[in-house]
């Protein structure tokens, strides 16, 4: 065996050597002392899936970004009715609600370009609630954290629709995110 051969057998013999033993069965695995990391929030139990989907809910009167983890970002319509479907248990559980049931009735939407339209139908009754800001809010915040998304609209019966921003004041251009940040929650 050549001098090469010998060294190499040896490095090989050394690196199996070295690792971590291999227990015959589990073992409790001890928490060290000292500040533990904070626990994992923002996911549903059991998410685990390859791309973020953002919903907007409310919690304590503000917007509060929840991510979920899917499998593939579903479109536009179908992202807008997870959100209308509202928080799930372990979501209300922690708090978040929804200010869109009674307040915003949802008729469809539209891609047009980076741009969606969203069709606000009439409320059939008055239901007293007075979070439209946040149910607008909710929409915006959540449809315009997509990355394919710039801007979001709002229209009944075909016609342009004020709505109102997180200061009050009406708008009919397209909205971004960046017009409720007052009412959302800073991480």
């Not at 922690?94 to 049931?101: D, F, I, K, V």
């Not at 741009?115 to 149910?135: K, Y």
């Amino acid at each position: 065996m050549s001098r090469a051969s010998r060294a190499l057998l040896l490095v090989v013999v050394l690196l199996a050597g070295c690792g971590v033993p291999i227990d015959e069965s589990p073992r409790p695995v001890q928490v060290p002392r000292g500040r533990q990391p904070a626990p994992v929030t923002g996911t549903p139990t059991g998410s685990v899936g390859r791309v973020d989907e953002t919903l907007c809910f409310v919690r304590d009167d503000r917007l509060y970004p929840m991510v979920r983890r899917i499998d593939a970002l579903p479109p536009v319509d179908v992202h807008l009715q997870h959100l209308l479907a509202g928080p799930s248990s372990t979501e209300r559980d922690s708090g978040l609600t929804s200010a869109l049931p009674g307040t915003v009735v949802v008729a469809g939407a539209r891609v047009n370009g980076r741009l969606v339209e969203v069709d606000i139908q009439e409320a059939v009754d008055e239901t007293g609630r007075s979070d439209e800001i946040l149910a607008f809010g909710q929409i915006v915040c959540t449809l315009t954290r997509r990355q394919d998304v710039d801007g979001v609209s709002f229209q009944r019966a075909g016609r342009p629709l004020d709505v109102p921003r997180a200061d009050g004041s009406l708008s009919r251009q397209p909205l971004t995110a960046a017009d409720y940040l007052p009412l959302t929650r800073q991480r």
